[in-house]
């Protein structure tokens, strides 16, 4: 019998050492900063610098700004993974990041995001002005407090509200190098912010069981597909304008125009038929995968179409 129980208790210990997660690895702790979110920001950030340069850049600031605005985003972005650790295990997408698993240690992922912050935050304020600075908190703010820990469990006004902190990496860029908030840091705001949600609802329409069971209230799940779809809309039609405007006030020019008017054209088009869509889930994949190259192929005109000063 004391055999049975020695094999027995040593079978249950070599169970659970089985299943008892790995040591962290550096991709945990990348992984854990969001690269895709930080890396489609800092597109953004380097279009809102050059932008208001005008091509006279001044390249060491540029990759300060870049510095700073990355630290910060990832400092945001690792408190939202600590906070949100209890319900990514819910989710079939997110159950398998450091944190969920185990790999990551809460307290440590906490001091990791504030190191960060703080680093990102000192580079802003120290070499590329207050504005830049301000801004950066503002972001971390929204994204951390209101969108994260508020907002993303109990509205579905989460998106909307959370478009806010990822639309300041172009606004951070474009302060940096003027100084002061005008038209063309409101039109890169608007770009960002009002690209957003539309992409975001599109991966939440294909997503939507996996956020019903892990108990996010996204638009999708609150209020279904059909009703989602209507409020892409207005949003994809309101970035219409910002081209138009670009290049009426003289921030880019006419190949920049045509191109991102284009796009925007285009994807109200593929939002507006997804209302007659037999197959939600292929219409969603497609405006998402849509939205990603409209922002980048927007942003790459734009630059490369930036009035000379």
Known sequence: MDNQLRIQASS???SMSAKSPEGA?????ITVTKPGIIR?????????YWVASGWDVQYGRLILTLLGTMLVMASACVFNNYFDRDLDMKMERT???GLPTGRLKPGTVLVYG????IAGLAVLFIFCGMLAGWFGILGMFVYVVVYTLWLKRTSTWSTSVGAISGAMPPVIGYV????TVD???WLLFAMLFLWQPPHFWALGIRRKEEYRAAGFPLLPVVKGTRRTKFQMIPYVALLLPVPVLMYAYNYAGIYYLIISLALSVAW???????LKAKDDDAWAKKNFLFSINYLTLSLIALVLNTIHV
């Open 12 to 14: 249950d210990s070599a």
């Open 25 to 29: 690895s550096w991709r945990d702790f």
């Open 40 to 48: 489609s920001n800092l597109i953004a950030a380097f279009a809102g």
């Open 95 to 97: 159950r398998e990041r």
């Open 114 to 117: 504030i190191c960060l912050g």
């Open 176 to 179: 940096a190098v003027t100084g």
């Open 183 to 185: 038209l063309g840091a």
């Open 268 to 274: 109200l088009y593929l939002t507006l038929i997804g």
